[in-house]
């Protein structure tokens, strides 16, 4: 019996075990977070769950934070504070924010050195397909881990040494860092898996309480207007037509439930953006208009796929392909992406859905096809709510013809910084001359009646391909730039500048991604992130009470 109490309650010392086996509740998978969670979390009110149900006066991390699951508004526009803010969240993924308590929902699939598993409607294995074993790349940082799972299977962490293993629980710890995740691995299936789970012990108590989204996370997004998720729906290129992402799903790694996003969304009482995939269905625009509204909260903005004009994704050269075989060969594909767009507009018609639409921002001229493709669609400008730009600056650094292959070798961030807002001449992106493309923009929204509001925007420093012979030294640099304080002031005059064009909201890009081969864009780790706290604070302050 103390064999298996320690077994069990691998947290507790003997004299706590014995209590535990008396008062905790006889739900499994409650029992097993609670004690993983060990007796702070126990005493804080967590042995209030009974049945797998939170009684009402048990405390919660909503709670706790003075935001519940019901959306609390969004941040109205306050004159003089810029722009409301919105966030693009990072994809999930292994290596990047774990934005779930659950790891395993940014897991990778489940294969053998690319060779994948057979595999349920949900993601998770039903065998292991004549190969030796089959793994998935998780999020694991240093720590304790309860895994948890039905079926019958063998199963093992890559550096995690074992605490204490059940048929269905197994308790590891986990000791250094690793970046870039973990490998669980599953040797045997017996029977196989309907759900596995993945939880950390600082987070046990909250999961068994019915919080899905890490604390960390949620704590990065406080105050943001909008979140818009085309990344967290893998948009571009999507072969997505007409299913959705299951709740239940191993990983939400390709693509997240339209439900979670929408219940992330008024988790913090900010607007989702959903992108439609560029192959939807009619069916599949009216299910997800359906899906946004039973979760209620506030106005969602919907957009059809993302960046339709830009020849590096499918969307665009699909566009393409559509509108010459529509309307004949060299009809331009932003017709198309206007009359899609205006399709899913009259499609949203009395949903409250804020359909968006637009172009390319340094191309205002594009804006006469989109608005061709809206009239052939049957619909008219009052069918869109804003007029959609990026708002992205890069002076001339990532121009051959630039000052980077000078001031990199030296590091000169504040020539740098320099570039960013005042480069001027052809080509150039910098503040000051983006700030009069923002107002052509702006002109083009107000003709319309639309707002005018960035889907994307901050620093943009890729350094390929123009310096893909000088990654070790370019690349560097551009990451020293966007960490820098000094970037800050190009992330306030890009705002202000957005603003002065009648800019009423700016989603950022984004949260939390590292270093990569497309940039360096991650809000978080960046110089800007305090000056956009304190940004969010203002317009926090200045809300009607």
């Given amino acids: ?59 919660t991390p909503s709670d706790a934070s003075g935001a519940g699951d019901a959306a609390a508004g969004t941040l109205a526009p306050a004159d003089g504070d810029g722009p409301a803010l919105g966030i693009n969240l990072t994809p ?14 940014a897991s990778s699939p489940w294969d053998r050195h690319g060779t994948p598993a057979p595999l349920d409607a949900l993601g998770y294995p039903t ?41 269905d629980a197994v308790v590891y710890e986990v000791r250094g860092p690793a970046p870039s995740g973990r490998q669980i691995i599953i040797d045997a299936i017996r029977k196989p898996p309907t759900f596995m789970h993945f939880i950390h012990q600082k987070d046990a108590a909250a999961f068994a309480q019915g919080e899905i989204f890490a604390p960390e996370f949620l704590a ?14 893998r948009t571009n290129g ?18 997240v439930p339209v439900e979670v996003m929408a219940k992330l969304a008024a988790r913090i009482g900010a607007r989702p953006w959903l992108c439609v995939p560029h192959l939807a269905t009619d069916a599949y625009v009216t299910r997800m208009i359906e899906m946004l509204r039973a979760a209620g909260g506030v106005t969602p903005y919907i957009e059809y796929s993302n960046e339709v004009w830009n020849l590096g994704f499918e969307q665009a050269r699909y566009a393409q392909r559509q509108a010459a075989a529509r309307w004949g060969a060299g009809t331009s594909g932003d017709i198309f992406y206007g009359f899609r767009a ?25 804006a006469d ?27 001339t650094l990532t121009d051959a013809r630039g000052p980077t292959a000078s001031l ?21 992106m910098s503040v000051a001359t983006m700030a009069a493309v923002y107002r052509r923009q702006g002109e083009i929204a107000r003709a319309h009646g639309l707002k005018l509001v960035a889907y994307e925007g901050n620093l943009h420093l890729n350094p390929i391909p123009t310096f893909a012979a000088q990654q070790s030294l370019v690349k560097p640099f551009f990451e020293a730039i966007t960490r820098s304080p000094a970037s800050a002031r190009v992330t306030e005059a890009n705002l202000a500048a957005f603003a002065a064009a009648g800019g009423s909201l700016a989603c950022l890009y984004n949260l939390s991604s590292g270093p990569g081969n497309g940039g360096y864009f991650g809000l978080v780790d960046s110089g800007s992130w305090n000056v956009i706290e304190q940004h969010l604070a203002r317009r926090a302050a200045s809300r009607p009470r």
């Fill in 127 to 167: 065998g292991l397909g004549g190969l030796p074993f089959v793994a998935a790349m998780l999020p694991c940082e240093a720590g304790t881990y309860l895994l948890m799972h039905d079926g019958d299977m063998d199963v093992r962490l890559q550096g995690g040494a074992l605490v204490s293993r059940r048929r």
């Fill in 342 to 366: 205006g399709q899913i507009a009259r499609l949203a018609r009395g949903s409250g859905c804020r359909v968006v639409i637009g172009t390319q921002t340094v191309s205002p001229h594009r």
């Fill in 1 to 59: 019996m103390a064999l298996g109490r320690a077994l069990r309650y691998p947290f507790l010392d003997v004299s706590e075990r014995k209590k535990m086996d008396q008062s905790l509740p006889t739900n499994g998978m409650n029992r097993r977070l609670l004690l993983l969670a060990g007796t702070g979390a126990v005493a804080a009110g967590a042995l209030h769950l009974v049945g797998g149900r939170a009684l009402k006066n048990a405390m």
């Fill in 369 to 395: 096809a989109v608005w061709e493709g809206v009239r052939r669609a049957g619909a008219s400008e009052r069918d869109f709510a804003d007029w959609i730009i990026a708002a992205y600056v890069t002076g």
């Fill in 92 to 105: 999930i993924s292994y290596w990047t924010t774990t934005a779930f308590i659950d790891r395993l929902k």
């Fill in 238 to 255: 999507s072969q997505v037509s007409d299913t959705f992402p299951a709740v239940g799903a191993c990983s939400y790694a390709p693509g």
């Fill in 408 to 428: 990199a070798p030296r590091n000169d961030i504040d020539a740098a910084i320099d570039n960013l807002l005042h480069a001027d001449g052809a080509g150039a």
């Fill in 220 to 233: 990065q997004l406080k105050g943001f207007d909008t979140l818009r998720f085309m990344d967290w729906m």
